[in-house]
C-alpha cells in the first residue's frame, strides 16, 4: 500500500473516529435530557430557604445520632448522582436576599436585593414556571412559610419591593398557575388590615382558597380548578413570622402539601413544582439549631415524595434540591471545643423537653449551641455558593460550578 493510501486510509479511520467521539459527547449531554433537549416532562425544583452543605451535614450528623452513631446517616437527596455548586450573588451585593436569589433562580436574571421578579431597571422578567406553563405544563407553587414571601413569591411576583406582601398576593390570579400551597399569607388585609381579606380577594378571581385538609378535600370534591391551600390555624389572619414548633393535628406536613400537590395537578399533562422549605432560614437566623435539623428534615420528607414519583417515571423525571443563599454561617464544631464530639443529646433533650420556644433569647441558645460545640458566625445570610444535588432526566447538565441563573436554563435544556 503506498503511503499517499495509507494517508487517506488513517485520515479516513480519524475522521470516523472523530465523529464518534462527537456522537458520544452529544449523547451525554442529552442523556434522559428529553426528546431534542427539551425540558424533562415533569420537573420538581426544592429550594432549602438558607440551606448550605453545612446544614444538610448537621441534619445528617443528628440522624446518626439518633440511630446510635456518628457520621452522617444521608438524606435522600445527598444521594443523588449529580452534584453541582451554584454562586449566589446578586445585582447590587455580593451577600443576597431571598428575593434577589429567588428571581435570579426562577428568571435567569440578577436583580437587586429586595426587588422581585423585575430587574434593577425596573423591567418585569418571565419566570421559568410561567415559560413552561406558556409551553402547556401545569403549575405548582409552595411554600412551608406564608405563600406571598419572597421565594415562592418569584415564580408569579413582579414587585420592587418584597415586603409589599398584599401587592404580591394580588398577583397570584394572574398567573393562572393550577395550585398554590403555603402556610397562608402575611399582610392579610393589607399592611393596615382595612383591604379585601386574601381570601375573599382570591375567590373573586377564580381561586378556591382552602385552609387546611376538610376545606382542601371538599374543594376537590366541587371541582376547583385553581386552589391555594394554606395551613387551618392562618385563616382570616395574617402568618406569624415564624412558629418553631405547629400543631401537628391540624398543620398540613410538607409531605402531605407535595401528595397534594401530586393529586391535584395527576401525571396526564407535564408539570413543574417548586416547593421551598423556609424555616430553614428562619431557624438559622436565630441560630437555632434543631428548628434547623428538623426542617432540612421535613425538606426531604417533600423530597422523597418526588422520588417516588421519579422512580415510576425515571425517563421523564428531573428533580433539583438546592437554596438560594445559605444563612447563619454554622459549622460542626466551634471555638468552646472544637476537636471534640458534638453533643447532640444536649440540643435533643432541650428541643424534646419543648425548651426551644419563639421566646428563647439569644443568648440562651448561643450557651446551648457552644454547650454542644456547634458555631454559628452570624445572624444574617452568607455569601458563599449552594449546593445543587440532581436526579433524573437532564441531572447531569447540574454538575460542576455555575451561577444561579443558570439553573433555569439548564432545567429548559437550553
Known amino acids: 500500500m503506498s503511503k499517499v493510501r495509507k494517508s487517506t486510509v488513517a485520515g479516513i479511520i480519524?475522521?470516523?473516529?472523530?465523529?464518534?467521539?462527537?456522537?458520544?459527547?452529544?449523547?451525554?449531554?442529552?442523556?434522559?435530557?428529553?426528546?431534542n433537549g427539551k425540558p424533562a416532562k415533569y420537573i420538581f425544583l426544592f429550594?432549602?430557604?438558607?440551606?448550605?452543605?453545612?446544614?444538610?451535614?448537621?441534619?445528617?450528623?443528628?440522624?446518626?445520632?439518633?440511630?446510635?452513631?456518628?457520621?452522617?446517616?444521608?438524606?435522600?437527596?445527598?444521594?443523588f448522582p449529580v452534584l453541582g455548586m451554584a454562586t449566589t450573588y446578586s445585582a447590587n451585593k455580593?451577600?443576597?436576599?431571598?428575593?434577589?436569589?429567588?428571581?435570579?433562580?426562577?428568571?435567569?436574571?440578577?436583580?437587586?436585593n429586595g426587588m422581585?421578579?423585575?430587574?434593577?431597571?425596573?423591567?418585569?422578567?418571565?419566570?421559568?414556571?410561567?415559560?413552561?406553563q406558556e409551553r402547556g405544563y401545569k403549575v405548582g407553587i409552595m411554600s412551608s412559610v406564608p405563600v406571598n414571601h419572597a421565594t415562592p413569591a418569584a415564580f408569579y411576583g413582579h414587585n420592587s419591593s418584597r415586603h409589599d406582601?398584599?401587592?404580591?398576593?394580588?398577583?397570584?390570579?394572574?398567573?393562572?398557575?393550577?395550585?398554590?400551597?403555603?402556610?397562608?399569607?402575611?399582610?392579610?388585609?393589607?399592611?393596615?388590615?382595612?383591604?379585601?381579606?386574601?381570601?375573599?380577594?382570591?375567590?373573586?378571581?377564580?381561586?378556591?382558597?382552602?385552609?387546611?385538609k376538610k376545606e382542601y378535600d371538599e374543594a376537590i370534591r366541587n371541582g376547583a380548578e385553581h386552589i391555594v391551600l394554606c395551613q387551618e390555624a392562618y385563616k382570616g389572619i395574617s402568618t406569624p413570622t415564624y412558629t418553631v414548633k405547629a400543631d401537628p393535628e391540624s398543620t398540613i406536613e410538607s409531605e402531605d402539601m407535595m401528595k397534594r400537590c401530586l393529586e391535584f395537578l395527576g401525571d396526564e399533562k407535564p408539570f413543574f413544582i417548586m416547593y421551598e422549605q423556609g424555616e430553614i432560614d428562619w431557624a438559622a437566623h436565630s441560630n437555632k439549631t434543631m428548628p434547623m435539623v428538623e426542617s432540612v428534615q421535613k425538606l426531604d420528607d417533600a423530597v422523597e415524595v418526588a422520588v417516588e414519583f421519579y422512580r415510576q417515571h425515571?425517563?421523564?423525571?428531573?428533580?433539583?434540591?438546592?437554596?438560594?443563599?445559605?444563612?447563619?454561617?454554622?459549622?460542626?464544631?466551634?471555638t468552646t471545643k472544637p476537636d471534640d464530639n458534638l453533643q447532640w443529646a444536649l440540643l435533643d433533650s432541650a428541643w424534646k423537653a419543648d425548651d426551644y420556644s419563639n421566646t428563647l433569647d439569644y443568648d440562651s441558645n448561643r450557651a446551648l449551641n457552644e454547650s454542644a460545640y456547634i458555631g454559628w458566625t452570624t445572624t444574617g445570610h452568607t455569601g458563599g455558593p449552594v449546593p445543587v444535588y440532581a436526579l433524573g432526566a437532564g441531572a447531569e447538565r447540574f454538575g460542576g460550578r455555575y451561577d444561579n441563573t443558570e439553573i433555569m436554563r439548564k432545567i429548559l435544556a437550553e
Open 47 to 79: 429550594i432549602g430557604d438558607g440551606m448550605g452543605a453545612t446544614h444538610v451535614a448537621a441534619a445528617e450528623s443528628y440522624q446518626s445520632y439518633l440511630e446510635g452513631g456518628h457520621g452522617f446517616r444521608q438524606v435522600s437527596f445527598s444521594k
Open 314 to 334: 425515571p425517563d421523564e423525571t428531573l428533580i433539583l434540591v438546592t437554596a438560594d443563599h445559605e444563612t447563619g454561617g454554622i459549622t460542626l464544631g466551634s
Open 116 to 132: 422581585l421578579g423585575i430587574n434593577p431597571a425596573g423591567d418585569t422578567l418571565t419566570s421559568i414556571a410561567k415559560i413552561l
Open 14 to 35: 480519524c475522521g470516523v473516529l472523530l465523529v464518534a467521539a462527537c456522537v458520544v459527547i452529544a449523547n451525554m449531554g442529552n442523556h434522559n435530557a428529553g426528546e
Open 165 to 212: 406582601y398584599y401587592g404580591i398576593t394580588e398577583e397570584i390570579p394572574a398567573s393562572g398557575y393550577e395550585f398554590f400551597g403555603g402556610s397562608g399569607f402575611i399582610d392579610y388585609a393589607g399592611k393596615d388590615g382595612k383591604k379585601t381579606g386574601s381570601e375573599e380577594l382570591l375567590e373573586s378571581q377564580g381561586y378556591t382558597v382552602c385552609f387546611g
Open 94 to 112: 455580593n451577600i443576597t436576599c431571598s428575593s434577589a436569589a429567588g428571581t435570579a433562580i426562577s428568571c435567569g436574571e440578577k436583580t437587586n
